[in-house]
């Protein structure tokens, strides 16, 4: 809005004749272009500045409503271009709106005193108690989260990063509230000290305090009916509907709550689904699901996760509080009805069934199943490598990522073999075959972390973690090694030198990210020193190292690559190569034959119960077949498989031609 000017005594007179008064007719501003005629019964009080009212507004079902104000009450309001205001039964007070918003059916909307919008609300997630605050604001991300809640051992951190967000906070605090442009708010209750951003829409909503909604033009939010929220910030891209309530949380980027979920202490980054069951100081990594009403998630650590219906968790043991918490690291999911005591940690892209309360840790056995028989927890190592399920899981996440917005906050890291797992497969295989040696290769059972593992069930998981292995060790050799000419043995060995010595020793997954230890520990030691001095700075070098990945990821392979098969790369020859490819080729073929068969339970004669159901084996199958889509042999899914042996066998056959 440019060139304001003060009313004209005939636009005064016009106002009163539409029943519109003022407490000092003198402290409205109009833009230059403002018709009176589009005003009224208006109270104004305070300053006011309007703009002009050109625009018609569309609405659903054909109506049609001109931009104005209409039955209104206004107190320190600036209103921009084009908006329409109309049947506020309370009144908006110290707020500026933007061009083109569209304000219907609201209670009262108002800035009381000094407000941060939520910025610098401390959300005690993990521990009920306290002790893991994660303080919130606008441009919070899950790598930034994950080292507030879990790294207390480096206090110095801590309060370097708290004091940053707290000088965010203070920047963005305001006795003004924002409401950008485009935005709708239609039969909504009581909001208050709300900071609600461009493209916004807020539908029958019940209340919002203290919060900021940064919707914008790329990535919109919308907020339904008889939503409550409190103490809150939501990200862009996200929707809150049906009755959802939420105090002291953060809603990342296109995060999905709905139908009644509840949440409270949590916080929920990018890709999240909450429905119908109920948060409680959770850490909600990347991709977190969770979709029915018995679900209880509490004092827990999640990402990449779906939790199955009637899943919950403990979080005290009836002594001293709701004091434990624990952690199931990505990909891990629960079935129907389990129950996890905390405290606890869950490997990566392991399987929950049944109910555990001798607190297991199984976090160096990843891709498992952790089950119930007979009241004893029995761990089942690496078998959910060969799952067709985890396969897809893996494929759709990419798919369903619904980030629209070009800002994104969260680095996302979606290998399903990385140093971080591929780590773990290692120390896994040494835990077993310790196991196997002490306790006997003809020993029934094994007991670890107190749970039992099956001798049939060791064995194969030493198989199938050897294959993992092999798989993304050659990967990472294939893809080095890629156009190499001419291929002598100099040149191989040449190539196969890191550019990088970054990326050696353990690696972790920092809450969707994957990344050298070494290199976050670096990181960490820049804040505590005082190099790194805002919130933005650490955000940068996050995503210095999410971009640099595939860099230190062949690093940490090359050593690798050593150690396990026992060889020096700087004197390797072609021979030695030739010998890991097909080292390699054998495994990659290997589970995805598991795969193959595993995807062909799928489609047994057991699958097809309850289909066909008044007609013979044939109408069955024909049944089958129509709800299905296909047979199984033109399963897209059996076909990429397929496909996938094919291509890295060629791939393989490739590379040895070029050696030889």
Known sequence: MKNLRHLTESEISSLEARMCSAEDWNRIMVAEDFDASFVHY????????????????????????????????????????????????????????????????????????????????????????????????????????????????????????????????????????????????????????????????????????????NSNADAPVHIGVGVIGDDFIISSGSSVEDGVTFSRCFIGQSCRLGHTYSASDSLFFSNCQGENGEACAIFAGPFTVTHHKSTLLIAGMFSFMNAGSGSNQSNHMYKLGPIHQGIMERGAKTSSDSYILWPAKVGAFSLVMGRHVTHQDTSNLPFSYLIEQQSTSYIVPGVNLKSVGTIRDAKKWPKRDGRKDPDRLDCINFNLLSPFTIGKMVRGTGILKDLMKVSGEISDTYSFQSAKIKNSALKKGIGYYEMAINKFLGNSLIKRLEGLSPATDEAVRERLRPDFSEGRGDWIDVSGMIAPKAEVEKLLDDIESGRITTMAEIHERFLFLHSHYYDFEWTWAHDMLESFYGIDLERITREQVVTLVETWKSSVTGLDRLVYEDAKKEFSLSAMTGFG?????????????????????????VLETLDHIKRKTALGDELIGRLQ
């Open 42 to 213: 208006v109270r104004f009080s305070g300053d006011i500045v309007l703009g002009a009212f050109h625009k018609v507004f569309t609405l659903a079902g054909g109506m049609v409503k001109h931009s104005g104000i209409y039955h209104a009450t206004l107190h320190n309001v600036e209103i921009g271009d084009d908006c329409c205001i109309e049947n506020v039964k309370n009144y908006i007070a110290n707020y500026t709106i933007g061009d083109g918003t569209f304000i219907e059916n609201v209670d009262i909307i108002l800035t009381d005193g000094v407000s941060s919008f939520g910025n610098g609300v401390e959300v005690s997630v993990l521990n009920e108690t306290g002790g893991r605050e994660v303080c919130i604001y606008d441009r919070l991300s899950a790598q930034q989260a994950y080292v507030m809640a879990l790294y207390r051992h480096r206090p110095g951190v801590i309060s370097a990063m708290k004091r940053m967000i707290e000088e965010y906070a203070a920047g963005v605090s305001s006795d003004r509230g924002v409401i950008g442009s485009n935005v709708v708010i239609a039969d909504a209750g009581y909001i208050k000290n709300v900071k609600v951003g461009d493209c916004c829409k807020i539908e029958g909503t019940a209340r919002l305090k203290n919060g900021s909604i």
């Open 613 to 637: 159901a008044d007609g013979d084996n044939e109408q069955k199958n024909q049944d089958f077949m129509e709800v299905r889509g296909c047979q199984f042999d033109s399963n897209p899914f």
